[in-house]
């Protein structure tokens, strides 16, 4: 689960089995009662019909929280990070990391660095269309070393430059107003 509409379906679909929730975050449920196997299978049906999956085997249960920590480290925080995001992961999930890398590659067919890259472009498209924050401050909320890696990679990833991708946004502001 990676939005709030996902945790309001979630609880709402406990709710209609009957079960008392005590938390409902990102990715994970804890109920009070014990779950049974026709209850699961309804809950496993009804998440389906909204387009979401009930993880019950640990891997993919450690691959999703792997997911949530990158997502809510890149997207959610503006906090200076003082460790590497390996560090970082190892000790949010308590696995060593290259375990956790390993594991990720495996399943998921890329990278934690490349997962982390998508994100980290992805927040960066997203500051640069809704916020008046300059490359620099970008590059300093997203830990990058420079602007000028900043600018290479999201170059890499999307094919475009920072400023250019800046301008589409002004092209289509102008476009609207000229309607």
Excluded: P, W
Excluded at 54 to 74: A, F, G, T, Y
Excluded at 81 to 108: G, I, M, P, R, W
Excluded at 116 to 129: A, G, M, P, S
């Amino acid at each position: 689960m990676v939005c709030i509409r996902c945790k309001m379906v979630v609880s709402q679909e406990l709710k209609k089995l009957g079960l008392h929730l005590v938390v409902v975050n990102l990715g994970e449920v804890e109920i009070l009662e014990n779950i049974s196997s026709a209850q699961r299978e309804k809950f496993k049906a009804s998440l389906y019909r909204f387009g979401l999956e009930l993880m019950d085997d640990k891997k993919s249960i450690l691959i999703e929280k792997i997911k949530k920590v990158i997502i809510e480290l890149v997207h959610y925080t503006n906090e200076s990070l003082k460790v590497n995001f390996s560090d970082h992961l190892s000790e949010k999930l308590n696995y060593d990391y290259t375990y956790l890398a390993n594991l990720f590659s495996q399943v998921e067919g890329m990278t934690i660095e490349h997962f982390i890259i998508i994100h980290k472009i992805e927040r960066v498209k997203e500051l640069l269309v809704y916020e008046e924050l300059s490359l620099k401050e970008i590059a300093f909320r997203l830990h990058y070393s420079s602007v000028a890696h900043l600018a290479n990679q999201f170059k890499k990833v999307t094919g475009l430059t920072t400023s250019h991708f800046k301008n589409l946004k002004e092209y289509r502001r102008k476009g609207l107003e000229n309607m």
